[in-house]
């Protein structure tokens, strides 16, 4: 597992390193080169490099990845345990993650993009609010369990406020299943941002992502398919990377899922 996502993600952060490659520098007279030894990936219909492309576009999506996976871990989990501790916010909290989880994830978060406007940062916003209802739902189920055991109710009969019993109890015994759905999170906003790139709604051209690679790719597809496959193939294998990840970290940390011996 550590193998395959290693293999998977550190080109895309290291592409400065091992390309010299300019990812936008434009030479037609090498326009639509085919795969070679000069250029492994081939070129594009302006003759850029495609393999400095896919692994600086690379920097972008994990990039907002790892945004996206922090503010949505901190505000899922803060959410998720002020619902699960305080009764009286459970109830408008959960209700709040309803309506936004009664949407497609991916759909929520285009539509939350186009509403503020293809940047990178609106990027985060959107697919913050389309992925923290399951990081609240997870870490509130933790939480609702913990409020009833006895070194909670310990807490409480010393004297210990609300806001030190989450932070000091409840959220690190949330830690595995919060660790694990950053994990799925991370996946998640890679391959949403790729999709939102594709249709117009994620960092705008020239910027050299996933999905912009991918919509520059589909009007010479027949003509020049590397355009396309090539960042296709690597939004896939981070992907299946980040997911491989997540089982792992599922396995290591649920002692239920654990093989005795």
């Not at 949330?174 to 991370?186: D, E, N, R, W």
């Amino acid at each position: 597992m550590g193998t395959t996502s290693d293999g998977a993600l550190s080109p895309a952060i290291l592409g400065p390193l091992l390309v010299p490659g300019d990812p936008y520098q434009i030479n037609f007279r090498r326009r639509l080169a085919p795969p070679g030894p000069l250029l492994p990936f081939g070129a594009d219909m302006q003759g850029r490099d495609v393999l400095a492309r896919v692994l600086y576009g690379g920097r972008y999506s994990l990039t907002i990845g790892v945004a996206v996976v922090v503010v949505t871990t901190v505000a899922g989990t803060l959410l998720g345990a002020a619902a699960g501790y305080f009764r009286r916010l459970d109830g408008p909290i959960m209700r709040a993650m309803d309506a936004l989880m009664a949407f497609p994830s991916v759909l929520l978060a285009i539509a939350i993009a186009a509403a503020l406007g293809p940047r990178s940062e609106n990027v985060v916003i959107a697919l913050t609010v389309a992925y923290v209802p399951r990081t609240v739902r997870i870490v509130r189920a933790s939480a609702l369990v913990l409020r009833e055991s006895m070194f909670v109710e310990a807490a409480v009969a010393m004297g210990a406020g609300g806001g030190r019993i989450i932070l000091h109890h409840i959220i690190p015994n949330c830690f595995g299943p919060i660790v694990v759905q950053a994990s799925f999170v991370f996946a998640y906003a890679v391959l949403s941002e790729s999709v939102m790139s594709y249709l117009g709604v994620g960092p705008p051209p020239p910027a050299p992502t996933w999905g912009n690679i991918i919509a520059e790719g589909r009007i010479v597809l027949r003509e020049a398919w590397w355009v396309t496959l090539c960042p296709g193939i690597a939004v896939a294998l981070t992907v299946l990377a980040l997911n491989m990840v997540g089982d792992g970290l599922r396995d290591i940390l649920d002692p239920r899922l654990r093989i005795d011996g």
